[in-house]
């Protein structure tokens, strides 16, 4: 089945009881059984819940996997993958993520003694050094948030497999209509599926795919025992954005190649970071792994100026000013000071994220009225 086709129909079934072509929303905490023990599938909607059902059966069909969950949020799916973990072990991460994940690894759980290890991972050769004996998990943005750097997932999981580890790639930026980790040597995807998934800014969940049936009993139990799942209504709305991820998408790459190739060519800016550039240090990888190029970006003003960012930021009217991405609105931010300032300003400044950078979440409104726009708010700098 191809993927356009997978959005819609994948992993679904009509209810059999109306023949209703969307999944009702089992607004229900729990089940009636008929003896102890003895019941349909459900017992309690912590545990399980049909619409619930539905969107983590079309999770694991759109990433090609074999098993997906859904959770609270996205934090929430990534919180389930370290408990995976003991005192004592090691994690590799690339350098560049979002803030939110880096604030859960240092203030979370380095406080329950599991280490982690922040690098470039531009080039994979840079990982085999940090693998220690107790080394249990590679984790993996690609394209990272906000510096759109890009990893090489075939790479990176060679080297994971080669040393038993488990390989995690977030692939929210990306989504699966761009690229398939699992595909590509990963063990595990993870999904803010608030982001282009959802699609409409008016929910928050998150996601994870395996393909093993071991390491999805575990995460099972984890999502399970620890709690941190999506409700009925929730798990209503993102899987009705699934099936229009491919059509939004198209836009999304669209728009964000216009507005990157307009931005690249203006005196005010000083760079852009987008990997659809042949100049983007990973662009053949790019191409190599991705079907297209994305509608997330990220620029700098000449000068490095704080205060003519957030002007630029002070007086964009289409796009509007927020945290969060991947919404069919386009989105701007400031990620020192939003996305990302959980992060040290030292540390994050060392992969680029300078004052003077403003990230975009291009949506799917027309690219005239979004280069306009932006060309209206960098005249007042």
């Known amino acids: 089945m191809e993927f356009n086709t997978k959005v819609i ?6 209810d059999p009881s109306t023949g209703a072509v969307m999944p009702p929303i089992y607004q229900t905490s729990t089940y009636a059984q008929s003896s102890p023990g003895v019941h349909k599938g459900y017992e309690y909607s912590r545990t ?20 997906g969950l859904a959770f609270g949020s996205g934090l929430a799916a990534i919180d389930a993958v370290i408990k995976l973990l003991n005192p004592g072990d090691e994690v590799i991460s690339t350098n560049d993520l979002y803030g939110g994940t880096y604030r859960l690894f240092t203030s979370i759980y380095e406080n329950y003694g599991i280490k982690f290890h922040f690098i470039g991972m531009d080039n994979a050769d840079n990982i085999e050094k940090f693998i220690h004996k107790n080394t249990k998990l590679i984790w993996v943005e690609t394209p990272t948030n906000p510096m759109l750097n890009i990893i090489d997932i075939k790479a990176v999981g060679k080297i994971s497999s080669k040393y038993n580890l488990k390989l995690v790639v977030d692939n929210t930026f990306a989504t699966p209509y761009l690229q398939q ?25 998150g996601a994870l795919v395996v393909k093993d049936k ?28 699934i099936k229009t991820l491919h059509l ?45 190029f994305g509608g997330m970006l990220s620029f700098t003003i000449k000068g490095n100026e704080y205060n003519k960012a957030i ?18 609105e386009s989105l701007s931010g400031h990620p020192a000071s939003m996305t990302h300032a959980s992060i040290p300003k030292e540390e994050r400044e060392k992969t680029g994220v300078v004052d003077s950078l403003i990230r975009l979440s291009v949506g799917v409104e027309s690219d005239k009225d979004l280069i306009a726009d932006l060309e209206n708010a960098l005249k007042l700098i």
């Open 9 to 14: 129909h994948g992993g679904q079934q009509h």
């Open 48 to 67: 399980g819940n049909p619409t619930r059902t539905a969107l983590e059966n079309a999770l694991a069909s759109i990433e090609n996997g074999n098993f």
């Open 181 to 205: 980790p699992l595909n590509l040597g990963a063990d595990i995807v993870m999904h803010s599926a608030t982001k282009y998934l959802g699609g409409h800014s008016d929910v928050v969940m």
């Open 214 to 241: 071991t390491l999805a009993d575990r995460l099972y139990f984890i999502q399970n025992a620890s709690g941190a799942i999506c409700g009925p209504m929730d798990s209503f709305l993102v899987l009705r954005g």
């Open 248 to 292: 939004r998408m198209q836009r999304h790459c669209e728009n964000g190649k216009a507005v990157a190739c307009f931005l690249k060519d203006h005196p005010k800016v000083e760079n852009v970071y987008w990997p659809g550039f042949k100049n983007h240090p990973n662009h053949e990888i790019a191409k190599a792994q991705m079907n297209d």
């Open 311 to 328: 002007k630029i930021l002070e007086n964009l009217k289409v796009f509007t000013l927020a945290e969060s991405l991947g919404g069919v």
